[in-house]
């Protein structure tokens, strides 16, 4: 059986997926969200632009701010599409990537306004593709991420890693010896050190990991 370390919480059912392709993994999560207690006044915007469901449930916990965000938006991810829609927000386009994301804005959007709801740790990406074309685009604070590094305490054959802080983390308690490293995106896999050789996921989901997962060992069962 080849032993996978998932640097996130995966539910019964995501374990599964990788059971039946012939993998144990683990879950050993790296960081800690803290949703905002309290949502600063934001401008009235055309759109909102979400990168994160943790952005959504933090604004979900606030009615009042909910309530003067716009509710039609763009998104990056597909299950931060699945909760917006199931939230009953209208979602216009979603990209798997930031770069994607703002470039369609730049192209498709650029006399409308936005407000962009985020954690302190998000990418500069969208913010300055559309600064520098004088697109409004106000950033609002929903969450902070907070590192918590974890000694490994036994070998896996593979890690796998969904975002930047996931990896900081890591290193933060742990170096990586010869396991097979694998990102959830370019932008996850940006934070390693340089040299370090891993593997992106074929889409920016778990859907992708497993896949990578499973041509990358082959489909391998023991």
Known sequence: MIRLLSTKLLSPQEVEAFAALGFQVESLPLIRVQLSETIEAFPQADFAI???????????????????????????????????????????????????????????????????FCGESRMETLPKVLAKRGIPCYECLTYTTELTPKKLAKHYDGLLFFSPSAVRSFLAANSFAEEKIFCIGSTTQSALPEGVSSYIAQSPTLEGIIERCREIFNNRQT
Do not use: D
């Not at 916990?61 to 699945?82: Q, S």
């Not at 216009?92 to 650029?110: K, M």
């Open 50 to 116: 979400f990168t994160s469901g943790n952005a959504l449930e933090a604004l979900q916990k606030h009615p009042a701010a909910k309530a003067l965000a716009p509710h039609r938006a763009f998104c990056v991810g597909a299950k931060t599409r699945e909760r917006l829609e199931s939230a009953g927000w209208e979602v216009i386009a979603s990209f798997g990537y930031a770069q994607q994301l703002a470039n369609y804005l730049v192209e498709q959007y650029a006399s409308y306004s936005f407000v962009f």
